[in-house]
Antibody, heavy 120, light 108 residues
């Protein structure tokens, strides 16, 4: 059974760096073509894909946020970390991590999400 | 970047059929995935690769994709189907992932 869970601060100040951790079980990030992605959703708004990291450490980023994002993995801990620099109130959102299977381009399992508020 | 267009809302009576569209330039050449999101919950994949259903998803949910429009069809709509529905594709040209703006399905 695949599960994912996001953790990190619920409140950050403008200009600070956000660091979120996705801890997962039920699969390995050493498996060919498997990946973990991050998606966010501002309150009342649509989903927005942020970043993806593959089993071979290849990475993809949203073009609009590329300069502020960094994604990494620790396969020994079954964790994926997302950092977002220079946080702004518009970055207030629920941040989700999700499993990206080897056989498709969808996100088939999602974490519960964590709400991050940016405010001074 | 690649843009997916969805109607903001769709209303349907119980027992009827709901059609939710997702428009994009030559979207028929891409694999389209659909997610259901109920208030306060994480999205759930209901259709992947245009028309496949993940395990546990009722047969009432189906998908199609051709030309410039992909469609999620929900037959025999139930009150529990009331949710936001998002389409998603992989933009191969820019190698990134795109979501539609979402469609709120209201069961009358």
């Amino acid at each position: 059974q695949i599960t994912l869970k996001e953790s990190g601060p619920t409140l950050v100040k403008p200009t600070q760096t956000l660091t979120l951790t996705c801890t997962f079980s039920g699969f390995s990030l050493k498996t060919d073509r498997v990946a973990v992605g991050w998606i966010r959703q501002p309150p009342g708004k649509a989903l927005e894909w942020l970043a993806l990291i593959y089993w071979d450490d290849d990475k993809r980023y949203s073009p609009s946020l590329r300069r502020r994002l960094s994604i990494s993995k620790d396969t020994s801990k079954n964790q994926v970390v997302l950092t977002v620099t220079n946080m702004d109130p518009v970055d207030t959102a629920t941040y989700y991590c999700a499993h990206f299977p080897s056989t498709s381009t969808d996100f088939d399992y999602w974490g519960q999400g964590t709400l991050v508020t940016v405010s001074s | 970047s690649y843009v997916l267009t969805q109607p903001p809302s769709v209303s349907v009576a119980p027992g009827q059929t709901a059609w939710i569209t997702c428009g994009g330039n030559n979207i028929g050449s891409k694999s389209v995935h659909w997610y259901q999101q109920k208030p306060g919950q994480a999205p759930v994949l209901v259709v992947n690769d245009d028309s496949d259903r993940p395990s546990g998803i009722p047969e009432r949910f189906s998908g199609s994709n051709s030309g410039n429009t992909a469609t999620l069809t929900i037959t025999r709509v139930e009150a529990g189907d009331e949710a936001d529905y998002y389409c998603q594709v992989w933009d191969t040209r820019r190698d990134h992932y795109v979501f539609g703006i979402g469609t709120k399905v209201t069961v009358l």
